[in-house]
Protein backbone atom coordinates (compact mmCIF):
# COMPACT_ATOMS: atom_id res chain seq x y z
CA UNK A 1 0.00 0.00 0.00
CA UNK A 2 1.10 3.63 -0.74
CA UNK A 3 2.51 6.08 2.18
CA UNK A 4 1.67 9.50 2.37
CA UNK A 5 5.23 10.47 1.69
CA UNK A 6 4.91 8.65 -2.07
CA UNK A 7 1.64 10.53 -2.69
CA UNK A 8 2.19 13.95 -1.82
CA UNK A 9 5.80 13.17 -3.80
CA UNK A 10 3.64 12.81 -6.97
CA UNK A 11 1.18 15.38 -6.27
CA UNK A 12 4.36 17.78 -5.59
CA UNK A 13 5.55 16.82 -9.13
CA UNK A 14 2.60 16.84 -10.84
CA UNK A 15 1.73 20.45 -9.68
CA UNK A 16 5.53 21.99 -10.58
CA UNK A 17 5.41 19.93 -13.98
CA UNK A 18 1.75 20.70 -14.88
CA UNK A 19 1.17 17.22 -15.36
CA UNK A 20 -1.67 15.24 -14.18
CA UNK A 21 -1.18 11.74 -12.93
CA UNK A 22 -3.82 8.56 -12.49
CA UNK A 23 -5.89 8.68 -8.76
CA UNK A 24 -4.11 6.88 -6.21
CA UNK A 25 -7.45 4.29 -5.71
CA UNK A 26 -6.47 3.02 -9.43
CA UNK A 27 -3.75 1.08 -7.98
CA UNK A 28 -4.96 1.15 -4.17
CA UNK A 29 -8.36 0.80 -4.28
CA UNK A 30 -8.52 0.68 -0.37
CA UNK A 31 -6.68 3.53 0.65
CA UNK A 32 -8.09 5.03 3.42
CA UNK A 33 -8.99 8.51 4.65
CA UNK A 34 -6.51 9.29 7.16
CA UNK A 35 -3.52 7.81 4.86
CA UNK A 36 -4.76 10.46 2.67
CA UNK A 37 -5.21 13.64 5.10
CA UNK A 38 -1.79 12.67 5.89
CA UNK A 39 -0.34 12.89 2.29
CA UNK A 40 -2.33 16.39 2.27
CA UNK A 41 -0.68 17.67 5.21
CA UNK A 42 2.48 16.71 3.15
CA UNK A 43 1.46 18.16 -0.23
CA UNK A 44 0.34 21.52 1.03
CA UNK A 45 3.44 21.86 3.84
CA UNK A 46 5.91 21.63 0.80
CA UNK A 47 4.55 25.37 0.30
CA UNK A 48 5.17 26.37 3.32
CA UNK A 49 8.52 25.04 3.56
CA UNK A 50 9.03 27.35 0.57
CA UNK A 51 7.89 30.54 2.68
CA UNK A 52 4.15 30.66 2.14
CA UNK A 53 1.81 31.13 5.11
CA UNK A 54 -0.86 29.30 6.10
CA UNK A 55 -4.01 31.54 5.86
CA UNK A 56 -7.19 29.39 6.25
CA UNK A 57 -8.85 26.24 4.79
CA UNK A 58 -11.54 25.18 2.14
CA UNK A 59 -14.48 23.19 1.84
CA UNK A 60 -15.14 20.87 -0.91
CA UNK A 61 -18.21 19.06 -2.35
CA UNK A 62 -20.67 20.82 0.01
CA UNK A 63 -23.20 21.42 -2.18
CA UNK A 64 -25.55 18.13 -3.98
CA UNK A 65 -24.59 19.53 -7.22
CA UNK A 66 -21.01 18.86 -6.62
CA UNK A 67 -21.29 15.78 -5.24
CA UNK A 68 -23.40 14.53 -8.01
CA UNK A 69 -21.12 16.16 -10.54
CA UNK A 70 -18.25 13.71 -9.29
CA UNK A 71 -20.04 10.89 -8.10
CA UNK A 72 -18.69 11.70 -4.36
CA UNK A 73 -21.20 11.98 -1.57
CA UNK A 74 -19.51 13.25 1.56
CA UNK A 75 -17.66 17.30 2.05
CA UNK A 76 -14.16 17.53 1.98
CA UNK A 77 -11.65 20.37 3.07
CA UNK A 78 -8.59 21.49 2.46
CA UNK A 79 -5.78 24.09 3.04
CA UNK A 80 -4.94 27.45 1.64
CA UNK A 81 -1.90 28.74 1.49
CA UNK A 82 -0.45 32.89 0.94
CA UNK A 83 0.66 31.86 -2.37
CA UNK A 84 -3.02 30.70 -3.61
CA UNK A 85 -4.28 33.70 -2.85
CA UNK A 86 -4.98 36.41 -5.83
CA UNK A 87 -4.07 39.79 -5.71
CA UNK A 88 -6.74 42.68 -6.20
CA UNK A 89 -7.55 43.22 -9.51
CA UNK A 90 -4.48 40.31 -11.11
CA UNK A 91 -5.37 38.29 -13.67
CA UNK A 92 -5.44 34.28 -13.19
CA UNK A 93 -2.55 32.55 -14.86
CA UNK A 94 -3.67 29.56 -16.40
CA UNK A 95 0.21 28.54 -17.64
CA UNK A 96 0.24 27.92 -13.40
CA UNK A 97 -2.51 25.39 -13.65
CA UNK A 98 -3.37 21.95 -15.02
CA UNK A 99 -7.22 21.85 -15.74
CA UNK A 100 -8.57 24.88 -13.74
CA UNK A 101 -12.31 25.69 -13.09
CA UNK A 102 -13.71 28.36 -11.53
CA UNK A 103 -17.12 28.39 -9.10
CA UNK A 104 -18.76 31.04 -6.62
CA UNK A 105 -18.45 30.39 -2.94
CA UNK A 106 -19.22 32.57 0.53
CA UNK A 107 -15.42 33.64 2.52
CA UNK A 108 -15.73 33.49 5.84
CA UNK A 109 -13.35 35.54 8.03
CA UNK A 110 -13.19 34.23 11.56
CA UNK A 111 -12.98 36.53 14.67
CA UNK A 112 -12.64 33.46 17.34
CA UNK A 113 -11.07 30.44 17.43
CA UNK A 114 -13.61 27.08 16.53
CA UNK A 115 -13.56 23.87 18.42
CA UNK A 116 -15.82 21.08 18.23
CA UNK A 117 -19.35 20.55 19.29
CA UNK A 118 -21.10 24.03 17.50
CA UNK A 119 -23.90 24.63 16.10
CA UNK A 120 -24.76 27.32 13.48
CA UNK A 121 -25.38 30.17 16.73
CA UNK A 122 -21.90 29.62 17.31
CA UNK A 123 -20.68 29.67 13.88
CA UNK A 124 -21.92 32.79 12.66
CA UNK A 125 -21.21 34.36 16.35
CA UNK A 126 -17.07 33.86 15.62
CA UNK A 127 -17.42 34.92 11.87
CA UNK A 128 -15.68 38.24 12.07
CA UNK A 129 -17.64 39.10 7.95
CA UNK A 130 -18.55 37.46 5.43
CA UNK A 131 -16.69 38.19 1.47
CA UNK A 132 -17.16 37.10 -2.04
CA UNK A 133 -15.50 34.54 -3.43
CA UNK A 134 -14.09 32.94 -6.29
CA UNK A 135 -12.49 29.53 -6.09
CA UNK A 136 -10.26 28.36 -8.39
CA UNK A 137 -10.16 24.61 -8.36
CA UNK A 138 -7.63 22.39 -9.81
CA UNK A 139 -7.36 18.92 -10.04
CA UNK A 140 -4.01 16.87 -10.47
CA UNK A 141 -5.47 14.19 -11.58
CA UNK A 142 -6.32 12.76 -15.36
CA UNK A 143 -9.43 10.28 -14.42
CA UNK A 144 -12.50 10.45 -12.29
CA UNK A 145 -11.69 10.24 -9.05
CA UNK A 146 -12.58 8.95 -5.28
CA UNK A 147 -13.09 10.65 -2.21
CA UNK A 148 -9.64 10.38 -0.93
CA UNK A 149 -8.05 11.02 -4.23
CA UNK A 150 -9.80 14.46 -3.45
CA UNK A 151 -8.70 14.42 0.02
CA UNK A 152 -4.97 13.66 -0.77
CA UNK A 153 -5.04 16.67 -3.57
CA UNK A 154 -5.90 19.04 -0.72
CA UNK A 155 -9.36 19.19 -1.91
CA UNK A 156 -8.17 20.81 -5.21
CA UNK A 157 -6.96 23.94 -3.76
CA UNK A 158 -5.30 26.45 -6.63
CA UNK A 159 -6.49 29.97 -6.30
CA UNK A 160 -8.73 32.28 -4.65
CA UNK A 161 -10.63 35.72 -5.64
CA UNK A 162 -11.56 37.28 -3.13
CA UNK A 163 -13.99 40.53 -3.21
CA UNK A 164 -13.24 43.88 -1.59
CA UNK A 165 -16.84 44.31 0.19
CA UNK A 166 -17.23 42.39 3.63
CA UNK A 167 -19.92 42.56 6.07
CA UNK A 168 -20.58 41.11 9.74
CA UNK A 169 -23.01 37.92 9.06
CA UNK A 170 -25.61 40.16 11.38
CA UNK A 171 -25.77 42.94 8.68
CA UNK A 172 -26.69 40.40 5.71
CA UNK A 173 -29.97 38.30 5.29
CA UNK A 174 -30.27 34.90 6.05
CA UNK A 175 -27.22 33.23 3.96
CA UNK A 176 -28.78 30.07 3.36
CA UNK A 177 -31.26 32.70 1.24
CA UNK A 178 -28.35 34.35 -0.01
CA UNK A 179 -28.55 35.26 -3.67
CA UNK A 180 -25.84 34.63 -6.21
CA UNK A 181 -25.61 35.38 -9.61
CA UNK A 182 -22.47 33.16 -11.38
CA UNK A 183 -21.51 34.58 -14.71
CA UNK A 184 -19.11 33.54 -17.06
CA UNK A 185 -18.52 32.80 -20.81
CA UNK A 186 -20.71 29.34 -21.01
CA UNK A 187 -23.68 31.74 -19.20
CA UNK A 188 -25.17 32.49 -16.00
CA UNK A 189 -26.56 30.21 -13.17
CA UNK A 190 -27.51 31.26 -9.60
CA UNK A 191 -27.52 30.01 -6.20
CA UNK A 192 -28.24 30.73 -2.78
CA UNK A 193 -25.82 30.53 0.09
CA UNK A 194 -27.73 27.08 1.14
CA UNK A 195 -26.66 25.55 -1.64
CA UNK A 196 -23.58 24.91 0.94
CA UNK A 197 -24.88 21.51 2.86
CA UNK A 198 -27.94 23.45 3.55
CA UNK A 199 -26.68 26.69 5.15
CA UNK A 200 -23.12 27.71 4.43
CA UNK A 201 -22.34 28.34 8.29
CA UNK A 202 -23.21 24.60 8.86
CA UNK A 203 -20.77 23.72 6.20
CA UNK A 204 -18.06 25.58 8.61
CA UNK A 205 -19.61 23.82 11.62
CA UNK A 206 -18.93 20.18 9.54
CA UNK A 207 -15.57 21.62 8.97
CA UNK A 208 -14.66 22.52 12.62
CA UNK A 209 -15.86 19.02 13.43
CA UNK A 210 -13.46 17.15 11.88
CA UNK A 211 -10.59 18.82 12.75
CA UNK A 212 -11.42 18.80 16.36
CA UNK A 213 -10.86 14.85 15.02
CA UNK A 214 -7.63 15.50 14.28
CA UNK A 215 -6.17 17.43 17.25
CA UNK A 216 -6.93 20.83 15.14
CA UNK A 217 -8.91 23.98 15.31
CA UNK A 218 -10.12 27.21 13.35
CA UNK A 219 -8.16 29.79 14.06
CA UNK A 220 -8.77 33.48 14.27
CA UNK A 221 -7.77 35.20 11.74
CA UNK A 222 -8.17 32.40 9.22
CA UNK A 223 -10.33 32.26 5.68
CA UNK A 224 -12.77 29.75 5.36
CA UNK A 225 -14.47 28.50 1.88
CA UNK A 226 -17.54 27.34 2.62
CA UNK A 227 -17.87 25.27 -0.80
CA UNK A 228 -19.00 25.89 -4.00
CA UNK A 229 -22.33 27.13 -4.61
CA UNK A 230 -22.46 26.02 -8.61
CA UNK A 231 -21.13 24.15 -10.57
CA UNK A 232 -17.50 24.74 -11.41
CA UNK A 233 -17.14 25.71 -15.33
CA UNK A 234 -14.01 25.12 -17.12
CA UNK A 235 -11.16 28.27 -17.58
CA UNK A 236 -10.16 29.39 -20.67
CA UNK A 237 -7.39 32.25 -21.86
CA UNK A 238 -9.68 35.98 -22.26
CA UNK A 239 -12.25 34.75 -19.83
CA UNK A 240 -13.85 36.95 -17.29
CA UNK A 241 -15.81 35.16 -14.53
CA UNK A 242 -18.54 37.52 -12.05
CA UNK A 243 -20.35 36.25 -9.06
CA UNK A 244 -22.52 38.81 -7.63
CA UNK A 245 -23.82 38.34 -4.37
CA UNK A 246 -26.98 39.73 -2.29
CA UNK A 247 -25.54 42.34 -0.21
CA UNK A 248 -22.05 41.75 -1.07
CA UNK A 249 -21.47 43.29 -4.17
CA UNK A 250 -19.64 41.28 -6.95
CA UNK A 251 -15.83 39.61 -7.39
CA UNK A 252 -14.38 39.17 -10.72
CA UNK A 253 -11.17 37.73 -12.12
CA UNK A 254 -9.93 37.78 -16.07
CA UNK A 255 -7.87 34.28 -17.00
CA UNK A 256 -5.14 34.75 -19.40
Known amino acids: MIGPRAIADRLIEAERSRSAILPFTKANPFLGTETAYAAQALFYGERLTAGERLVGLKLGLTSRVKQLALGIDSPVYGHLTSGMILPFGEPLRLDELISPKIEPELAFLMGRELGDHIGLVEVLAAVEAVMPALEVVDSRYIAPIRLVDSVADNAGAARVVLGAASRPPRELTDLRLLGCVFRHPRG ?42 TNAVPLYPGGVVRAEFDGLGSVRVRAE
Open 188 to 229: IDTATGGAAMGHPAAAVSWLARQLAGRGQRIEPGQIILSGGL
